[in-house]
């Protein structure tokens, strides 16, 4: 299902034309759809069938409030990596049961926040973090539930920036050196160690690396249960890729059977949960960033589409020379095609959107950045004081604004000038 399509010459999220999107909100403005949204979770979650599992959505790759609300809503559960990201989902209803808490460098008062409200499990990343929650619980007098991430040392076969699972990477213990940690873990009072994490990149285009990573991971969790400490829940972390251009990553529902055909090999694991934090998967092709082109400039070398989108507003291109489909939102064919590179009004050359894209364009027409949904609106600035872009979900032929545009007072409100 693709909720971007055309009719009568006009480009539709779901039932709403863009155009009448722009009109009412302005651009720059993100888009997105539910239903596909919906659709994808469900994915996820039916081709688990009956099996024990949760789908925990990796609240990073897009983080409004609505976006996570809507997702509360089908029950989902959320992974998360700040106390920030916790009040988010807390604020869109979602349950603190349903919530594990990633990353490496987790503060004290972060800590304490989610094991004042109960989160499911703490994602634990190192030696030196484990004895921090055992204390931190201690004090707080509360149980700890903790999965350690391993780091498996596998390829994952996609940009340097979103690899995790190599062992040059900062991410996770080394997986040979797991269960003398796990042995120790086992002698912290305040903690219970109930599972094993893991995550090895982002934009996965094979099932293999997924695969190779599982097999590490099973040998880990037989390994300990020779030594007698049971585990009771695999999670696999996120990672699953989507279509940007003319990739073919596999389906969710491939995935999860490939997860649950390994898993369930080794019977020792068959009656353990399994975990998964899909984010991109979910959320990127259900968006699109809508922009307007201020002027065109025609020069020697290069022509150029200067739209009012940009860096802040999408850094991916600039940061993974990430490549966006970028589409007319009313294509006229008044003007010949040209070779265009669409860029944005920032201070800065890396300021584009995309590059030599033939395109027929006039001033002050609309143009949608596809596949925009996840890490866009999540990794946006305010870079050159240029206001957060406003967020929109379409709902059938319905729209809400998720999150308006800021005016200028709010942009400047946390500063001030020095005293007198
Ligand atoms: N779990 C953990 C522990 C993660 O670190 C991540 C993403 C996920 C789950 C979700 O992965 P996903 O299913 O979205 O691939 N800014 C980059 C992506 C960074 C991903 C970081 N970790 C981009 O725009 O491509």
Avoid at 110 to 139: D, K, P, T, Y
Avoid at 340 to 352: I, K, L, R, T
Avoid at 367 to 377: K, T
Wanted: with cysteine; charged share 25%.
């Amino acid at each position: 299902m693709d909720p971007f399509c055309y009719k009568d010459g006009r480009l539709f999220a779901e039932s709403v034309p863009l155009s009448t999107i722009a009109e009412s909100v302005g651009t720059p403005c993100y888009v997105y759809s539910r239903a596909m949204i919906e659709q994808q979770w469900r994915a996820f979650d039916n081709a688990f069938a009956g099996r024990d599992h949760m789908v925990c959505y990796a609240v990073k790759a897009n983080s409004n409030l609505g976006i996570l609300n809507v997702l509360a809503r089908l029950g989902s559960g959320f992974d998360i990596v700040s106390v920030g990201e916790l009040e988010r989902v807390l604020r869109a209803g979602g349950d603190p049961a349903k919530v594990v808490f990633s990353g490496v460098g987790k503060a004290d008062a972060e800590l304490r926040r989610a094991l004042q409200v109960g989160i499911h499990c703490f994602n634990v990343e190192s030696e030196a973090e484990l004895l921090r929650l055992n204390a931190l619980a201690g004090e707080a007098r509360r149980h700890a539930r903790v999965a350690l991430r391993v780091n498996p040392d596998v390829d994952a076969n996609t940009h340097p920036y979103i690899a995790t699972g190599l062992r040059r990477n900062k991410f996770g213990v080394p997986i040979d050196t797991a269960a003398a940690l796990y042995a120790h873990a086992k002698t912290l009072p305040h903690l219970e160690m109930s599972g094993v994490a893991c995550h090895i990149g982002s934009q996965l285009l094979e099932l293999d690396p997924f695969v190779d990573a599982l097999k590490r991971v099973v040998a880990l969790v037989e390994n300990l249960r020779h030594q007698g400490q049971r585990l009771q829940h695999i999670d696999l972390g996120g990672g699953l890729g989507i279509r940007y251009r003319d990739e073919q990553p596999p389906s969710p529902q491939d995935l999860v059977r490939a997860l649950i055909e390994h898993v369930d090999k080794v019977p020792g694991c068959r009656d353990m949960r399994i975990m998964i934090e899909p984010g991109r998967a979910l959320v990127g092709e259900a968006g699109v960033l809508l922009t307007r082109v201020l002027y065109l400039k025609h020069g020697q070398e290069r022509n150029f589409a200067i739209v009012d989108a940009a860096i802040n507003d999408l850094l991916r291109p600039a940061l993974y020379d990430a490549w966006h489909e970028i589409v007319p939102v009313t294509p006229h064919g008044k003007h010949e095609t040209r070779v265009y590179d669409v860029v944005g009004p920032v201070c800065e050359s890396a300021d584009f959107l995309g590059r030599e894209r033939k395109l027929a364009l006039t001033a002050g027409e609309l143009l949608a950045v596809r596949s925009a949904g996840a890490y866009g609106s999540a990794m946006s600035s305010r870079y050159n004081t240029r206001a957060l872009p406003p967020e929109v979900i379409v709902d059938k032929d319905r729209i809400h604004i998720v999150r308006r545009r800021e005016t200028i007072d709010e942009m400047l409100e946390t500063e001030s000038v020095l005293p007198d």
